[in-house]
Nanobody
Framework: QVQLVESGGGLVQAGGSLRLSCAAS????????MGWFRQAPGKARDIVGA????????YYADSVKGRFTVSRDNAKNTVYLQMNSLKPEDTAVYYC????????????WGQGTQVTVSS
């Protein structure tokens, strides 16, 4: 079993920055990839970005390219989401997730952290 705990959410003005963290604990941790998702009220949960755990390759949704950066610290079993130039439309609950195997979806999810961007 893997536990994922997000932190770092909060209220920020448009144009500001936040860094989310997701710490993993539990079984020996070595996922294929870690992802960040977000869900705004009344909308579906969408992927924001992801990182391959061993190689470090990243993926970003078009809406956040150039503004958000996913990184990881393998030694700390932690993945980060650096969010810059935040916009009101970035307001959502942000979740991290772990995919144990390539192409098999995400197996574990965190509880989510609220990010609110004021205009």
């Amino acid at each position: 079993q893997v536990q994922l705990v997000e932190s770092g959410g909060g209220l920020v003005q448009a144009g500001g920055s936040l860094r989310l963290s997701c710490a993993a604990s539990g079984r020996t941790f070595g996922p294929y990839a870690m992802g960040w998702f977000r869900q705004a009220p009344g909308k579906a949960r969408d992927i924001v970005g992801a990182i391959v755990w061993s190689g470090g390759s990243t993926y970003y949704a078009d809406s956040v390219k150039g503004r958000f950066t996913v990184s990881r610290d393998n030694a700390k079993n932690t993945v980060y989401l650096q969010m810059n130039s935040l916009k009101p439309e970035d307001t959502a609950v942000y979740y991290c997730a772990a995919a144990l195997f390539r192409g098999k979806g995400y197996d574990y999810w965190g509880q989510g952290t609220q990010v609110t961007v004021s205009s």
